[in-house]
């Protein structure tokens, strides 16, 4: 899987230490100069990652204009370069990780793969495996069956013959193919609609299924 980044400075030094470490994770880099130019391409384009160079003119600017930007600020880790000239407190930035100047091949490589991880399991988060596999469903008493049309970590969709009603509480059944792991848990209908397609939240889910299925679809995912 490729990752996109994007590095904001023109310190070129630093940037080929960022590029090749970027690189041996499989992350890729998109190198802008201009400030107002790499606004305009977050604006319109998907990035995992974004690198600032804080001695860089403009660089100010332009991290207070990320939470304005098109961008989900949460899944996006911002990491800023910063040297003698200019070391105030970047806090008000947001900033996830903080680079010194000479940037250390060390601390870099930890750092970016921990950047990496953090861009993975936001992904992983937000992730909707789809799924044809029957789910069983007991509501009010009554066995319903269904067909599982994706699941995520936090609940899965289904289709049923009928609709069902909004925030009833569910006790659902279904089995992760291509592994010995049967999820067996309590939801509650989030959404629906009147073809018979319903979302359900899971409520209760236990640690070791939780992590089961949150393994099973890590797995499906890097496949992918």
């Known amino acids: 899987m490729i990752l996109e980044s994007m590095v904001l400075s023109r310190d070129w030094q630093e940037v080929s230490v960022l590029e090749c470490i970027l690189g041996s994770l499989r992350i890729g880099v998109d190198v802008e100069s201009e400030p107002d130019k ?15 160079d804080c001695d860089l003119s403009g660089a100010s600017r332009f991290l207070k204009s990320l939470p304005t930007a098109n961008m989900a600020q949460n899944s996006v880790p911002l990491m800023v370069i910063r040297g003698g000239q200019n070391r105030q407190n970047l806090s008000q930035a947001g900033a996830d990780f903080v680079f010194e100047k000479p940037i250390s091949v060390e601390v870099a490589v930890r750092t970016l793969s921990a950047a990496r991880n953090l861009i993975l399991q936001g992904r992983l988060r937000y992730h909707r495996q789809a799924l044809e596999v029957p789910v069983t469903l007991l509501a009010d008493g ?3 069956r269904a067909q599982l049309v994706n699941v995520s970590q936090g609940g899965i969709g289904v289709h049923l013959s009928h ?5 009833q509480t569910v006790s659902m059944r279904f089995d992760l193919p291509k592994g010995k792991c049967s999820i067996k848990t309590q939801g509650e209908v989030v959404w629906s609609d009147k073809l018979g397609n319903a979302g ?4 209760e889910l236990p640690g070791q299924k939780k992590q089961d299925l949150e393994l099973w679809l890590a797995g499906q995912y890097f496949t992918d």
């Open 142 to 144: 009554k066995r319903l």
């Open 38 to 52: 790499a606004r305009e391409k977050l604006s319109r384009s998907k990035i995992d990652a974004i690198i600032v």
């Open 200 to 203: 359900i939240r899971f409520v």
């Open 163 to 167: 609709p069902v009603s909004l925030a």
